[in-house]
Structures are given as C-alpha cells and as structure tokens.
C-alpha cells in the first residue's frame, strides 16, 4: 500500500510539475514573442535604411506572419515593397495600415503616390455629402481611439456627477451638471463610433488587383463576354464569389468577374 501511494503521490508531482511548467510558458510567451518582434523590427529598420529594401520587406513580413498588428510595420512593409517596384504590394499595405491609422498623414500621402503609378485612372461615383462628411469623422480615430474616447468620456462624466452632488457651491454645481452631461453625450457617440468603425474594419471587402492586366467577364466562367481591362494596383470591391470567381465592383460602379487568385483581400 505505501509503495501504492508513493507511486501516486510521485505522479501527482509529475502532473504538477507539469501544469506550473505550462502556466509560466503560458505567461512568458508573449514577452519572448514580443522580444523577437523589435529585434526583428530593428534588423528591418536598419535594412531599409542601408537600402537594402527586399530584405526589409522579408523581415516586416516575418513580423506581421507571427500576428502582431501595426500600422507603423504595414506602412513600413509598403515603402519597401514601393522602394522594389512592387506596386500592387505597397498599396496592399498601405491599404491595411490605413485601416489601422485611418488619420495618419504620412500613409494617406504614400498611399496617393504609389497610386499614381496604377495604370487606371477610375473615377469615383460621388458620395452624398453626409455619407462623406460620417465617413470623414469615423477617419479622425481609429476604432482603439474611438474606444478611448469613451472610456475617458465617461470618466471625466462621473467624475462632473460626483462634484455635482457632493458640492455646496451653485456655479459649480450647474457647470458640473452640464459637463458630465456633454462628457457622457460624447461618449456614447465615441461608442457607436468605435463600432462602426471595427464594422468598417471587420467588413472591408475591398482586394487589390495583382495581375499586371485582368479581363473582368460577365459570368463566373473564361467563356464570359469581356467586359473591361484592369490592371495591376488597382483596388476593387468584392460583392460575390462563386466557383473560384470573385464579382467586383469598381468605385464607377462597373461590375464582373475575375479569378480569385489575381487579387489580394485588403
């Protein structure tokens, strides 16, 4: 019986040992995930610098293949990929780093740059005005700002509540009242702004041609009438996919079909 036991007692201390040993890894990992992301960060900075730029591009890439999101990495990636000509590359990145930081100047102005070496010139079907004035708004943050803005709204609300209630003082008492009420106005907006800008995000179906000349078909099928050409870098809607096919849209409203592997989801 008390070998019985001790072999028991010796395999609870082998379970234990095991699950301490899976918890501290558990906790650890991030850490040394994020270690490699800034050395690797780094080695690719000081690629690009010494413009040696594919290079550059392999290690941002590494870095975003182990799922770390950055919208500073993705724009690096696509000045990298725009330094080697990779045009439909760049603005892919571009692309996702925009979504990311919807507001930033720099890659709103690359991304213009690196689509003025796309062959097709499409002209925009105009957006009614407060379409494009919400669309303008939700662009000042990104949706991790939006969220912020709520979260400090509503601090900043309870905090004129409490002095609300608490204080003896008259003026203080009215200023604090319609404060918190503003502060907490705000936040709501700042809320269902957050979320439709993570439906914005989360429901892109935007993709960006990779094929240096497409032939968009009427049908999901090569036998389709030819509708109109496209070309590499271009960026396009998917409304559909069938068979292999994706339907697209383009921003004139020109609609077909093209094979799925000749473009790249934003």
């Given at each position: 019986?008390?070998?019985?036991?001790?072999?028991?007692?010796?395999?609870?201390?082998?379970?234990?040992?095991?699950?301490?040993?899976?918890?501290?890894?558990?906790?650890?990992?991030?850490?040394?995930?994020?270690?490699?992301?800034?050395?690797?960060?780094?080695?690719?900075?000081?690629?690009?610098?010494?413009?040696?730029?594919?290079?550059?591009?392999?290690?941002?890439?590494?870095?975003?293949?182990?799922?770390?999101?950055?919208?500073?990495?993705?724009?690096?990636?696509?000045?990298?990929?725009?330094?080697?000509?990779?045009?439909?590359?760049?603005?892919?990145?571009?692309?996702?780093?925009?979504?990311?930081?919807?507001?930033?100047?720099?890659?709103?102005?690359?991304?213009?740059?690196?689509?003025?070496?796309?062959?097709?010139?499409?002209?925009?079907?105009p957006q009614l005005f407060f379409?494009?004035?919400?669309?303008?708004?939700?662009?000042?943050?990104?949706?991790?700002?939006?969220?912020?803005?709520?979260?400090?709204?509503?601090?900043?609300?309870?905090?004129?509540?409490?002095?609300?209630?608490?204080?003896?003082?008259?003026?203080?008492?009215?200023?604090?009242?319609?404060?918190?009420?503003?502060?907490?106005?705000?936040?709501?907006?700042?809320?269902?702004?957050?979320?439709?800008?993570?439906?914005?995000?989360?429901?892109?179906?935007?993709?960006?041609?990779?094929?240096?000349?497409?032939?968009?078909?009427?049908?999901?099928?090569?036998?389709?009438?030819?509708?109109?050409?496209?070309?590499?870098?271009?960026?396009?809607?998917?409304?559909?996919?069938?068979n292999g096919w994706s339907r697209?849209?383009?921003?004139?409203?020109?609609?077909?079909?093209?094979?799925?592997?000749?473009?790249?989801?934003?």
């Amino acid at each position: 019986m008390r070998s019985g036991n001790l072999k028991y007692e010796i395999r609870n201390s082998k379970r234990l040992v095991l699950n301490v040993s899976i918890v501290i890894i558990s906790c650890c990992l991030p850490f040394i995930t994020l270690g490699q992301v800034e050395q690797l960060k780094a080695e690719a900075d000081a690629a690009y610098i010494a413009e040696e730029h594919q290079k550059a591009a392999e290690l941002y890439q590494q870095i975003l293949d182990q799922e770390y999101v950055s919208a500073e990495v993705e724009y690096n990636l696509g000045n990298s990929y725009f330094k080697t000509g990779q045009v439909a590359l760049s603005i892919l990145h571009y692309e996702r780093a925009l979504k990311l930081a919807p507001s930033d100047e720099d890659i709103q102005f690359n991304l213009k740059l690196a689509n003025l070496s796309v062959k097709d010139k499409v002209e925009d079907i105009p957006q009614l005005f407060f379409i494009e004035w919400w669309n303008q708004i939700l662009k000042v943050f990104s949706t991790d700002g939006w969220a912020w803005n709520a979260v400090i709204a509503f601090l900043l609300g309870l905090i004129g509540f409490l002095l609300f209630r608490f204080s003896s003082e008259e003026g203080i008492r009215r200023l604090t009242f319609y404060a918190g009420i503003i502060c907490v106005g705000w936040g709501a907006f700042s809320v269902y702004a957050a979320q439709k800008s993570f439906d914005h995000v989360v429901n892109d179906s935007r993709a960006v041609v990779f094929a240096s000349t497409l032939n968009a078909k009427s049908a999901p099928d090569r036998k389709g009438k030819d509708l109109f050409v496209i070309h590499e870098g271009l960026v396009v809607t998917v409304t559909d996919e069938v068979n292999g096919w994706s339907r697209i849209k383009l921003s004139n409203g020109n609609v077909g079909w093209v094979p799925e592997g000749t473009i790249v989801n934003i």
